[in-house]
Nanobody
Framework: QVQLVESGGRLVQPGGSLRLSCAASGHNFNTWTMAWFRQAPGKEREYVAASGGIGDITEYADSAKGRFTISRDSTRNTVYLQMNILKPEDTAVYYC????????????????WGQGTPVTVSS
Protein backbone atom coordinates (compact mmCIF):
# COMPACT_ATOMS: atom_id res chain seq x y z
CA GLN A 1 0.00 0.00 0.00
CA VAL A 2 1.40 3.35 -1.05
CA GLN A 3 1.54 5.98 1.66
CA LEU A 4 2.85 9.52 1.88
CA VAL A 5 3.09 10.77 5.45
CA GLU A 6 3.86 14.41 6.16
CA SER A 7 5.21 15.73 9.43
CA GLY A 8 6.79 18.85 10.89
CA GLY A 9 3.95 21.32 10.77
CA ARG A 10 3.32 23.47 13.84
CA LEU A 11 2.76 27.00 15.10
CA VAL A 12 5.67 29.31 14.30
CA GLN A 13 6.19 33.05 14.62
CA PRO A 14 6.52 35.30 11.59
CA GLY A 15 10.10 35.29 10.35
CA GLY A 16 10.70 31.80 11.70
CA SER A 17 11.62 28.58 9.95
CA LEU A 18 10.21 25.08 9.64
CA ARG A 19 11.24 21.90 7.89
CA LEU A 20 8.46 19.64 6.67
CA SER A 21 9.09 16.00 5.87
CA CYS A 22 7.21 13.55 3.67
CA ALA A 23 8.03 9.89 4.08
CA ALA A 24 6.95 7.62 1.26
CA SER A 25 6.36 3.91 1.54
CA GLY A 26 4.98 1.13 -0.59
CA HIS A 27 6.67 2.35 -3.75
CA ASN A 28 10.06 3.62 -4.85
CA PHE A 29 9.50 7.22 -5.93
CA ASN A 30 13.09 7.96 -6.87
CA THR A 31 12.19 8.54 -10.53
CA TRP A 32 8.89 10.28 -9.79
CA THR A 33 8.27 13.96 -9.30
CA MET A 34 7.59 14.82 -5.67
CA ALA A 35 5.90 18.08 -4.81
CA TRP A 36 4.49 20.19 -2.02
CA PHE A 37 1.14 21.92 -2.22
CA ARG A 38 -0.74 23.90 0.39
CA GLN A 39 -4.32 24.78 1.11
CA ALA A 40 -5.40 27.67 3.28
CA PRO A 41 -8.89 27.78 4.81
CA GLY A 42 -11.46 28.69 2.21
CA LYS A 43 -8.96 28.59 -0.66
CA GLU A 44 -8.02 26.14 -3.37
CA ARG A 45 -5.02 23.91 -3.08
CA GLU A 46 -1.99 25.66 -4.54
CA TYR A 47 1.36 24.55 -5.82
CA VAL A 48 4.43 25.34 -3.73
CA ALA A 49 7.42 23.43 -5.10
CA ALA A 50 8.45 20.26 -6.91
CA SER A 51 11.51 18.08 -7.32
CA GLY A 52 11.96 16.02 -10.45
CA GLY A 53 13.00 12.41 -10.05
CA ILE A 54 15.79 12.68 -12.57
CA GLY A 55 18.41 15.37 -12.87
CA ASP A 56 17.90 17.11 -9.53
CA ILE A 57 15.62 19.68 -11.12
CA THR A 58 13.50 21.80 -8.80
CA GLU A 59 10.78 24.34 -9.39
CA TYR A 60 9.06 26.83 -7.13
CA ALA A 61 5.93 28.89 -7.12
CA ASP A 62 6.58 32.63 -6.98
CA SER A 63 5.38 32.68 -3.38
CA ALA A 64 8.11 30.18 -2.41
CA LYS A 65 11.06 31.46 -4.41
CA GLY A 66 13.94 32.63 -2.26
CA ARG A 67 12.37 31.38 0.99
CA PHE A 68 11.56 27.69 0.52
CA THR A 69 13.81 24.83 -0.54
CA ILE A 70 12.64 21.40 -1.63
CA SER A 71 15.01 18.48 -1.32
CA ARG A 72 14.85 14.71 -1.31
CA ASP A 73 16.73 11.85 0.26
CA SER A 74 16.39 8.94 -2.11
CA THR A 75 17.91 6.52 0.38
CA ARG A 76 15.02 7.24 2.75
CA ASN A 77 12.36 7.77 0.08
CA THR A 78 11.71 11.12 1.76
CA VAL A 79 11.17 14.64 0.50
CA TYR A 80 11.60 17.79 2.55
CA LEU A 81 10.46 21.38 2.42
CA GLN A 82 12.64 23.86 4.25
CA MET A 83 10.67 27.04 4.83
CA ASN A 84 12.39 30.22 5.97
CA ILE A 85 11.22 33.77 6.64
CA LEU A 86 7.71 32.50 7.18
CA LYS A 87 4.81 34.92 6.81
CA PRO A 88 1.25 34.77 8.12
CA GLU A 89 0.07 34.17 4.55
CA ASP A 90 2.02 30.90 4.57
CA THR A 91 -0.52 29.52 7.03
CA ALA A 92 -2.08 26.43 5.45
CA VAL A 93 -2.21 22.67 5.47
CA TYR A 94 0.80 21.45 3.51
CA TYR A 95 0.47 18.34 1.37
CA CYS A 96 3.04 16.10 -0.22
CA UNK A 97 2.22 14.57 -3.60
CA UNK A 98 3.79 12.26 -6.17
CA UNK A 99 3.39 12.01 -9.93
CA UNK A 100 4.98 9.86 -12.60
CA UNK A 101 4.19 12.17 -15.49
CA UNK A 102 2.36 15.44 -15.90
CA UNK A 103 2.48 19.15 -15.24
CA UNK A 104 4.22 19.79 -11.96
CA UNK A 105 1.93 22.60 -10.84
CA UNK A 106 -1.32 20.84 -11.69
CA UNK A 107 -3.14 19.22 -8.77
CA UNK A 108 -4.99 16.74 -10.96
CA UNK A 109 -1.75 15.34 -12.40
CA UNK A 110 -0.67 13.85 -9.07
CA UNK A 111 -1.41 10.23 -8.30
CA UNK A 112 -0.62 10.00 -4.60
CA TRP A 113 -1.25 12.45 -1.77
CA GLY A 114 -0.45 12.60 1.89
CA GLN A 115 -2.92 13.57 4.59
CA GLY A 116 -1.33 16.97 5.15
CA THR A 117 0.43 18.72 8.01
CA PRO A 118 -0.81 22.07 9.34
CA VAL A 119 1.41 25.11 9.47
CA THR A 120 0.32 28.21 11.34
CA VAL A 121 2.37 31.39 11.18
CA SER A 122 1.27 33.77 13.87
CA SER A 123 2.60 35.85 16.71
Amino acid sequence: QVQLVESGGRLVQPGGSLRLSCAASGHNFNTWTMAWFRQAPGKEREYVAASGGIGDITEYADSAKGRFTISRDSTRNTVYLQMNILKPEDTAVYYCAAQNVGTWSRVDDYTYWGQGTPVTVSS
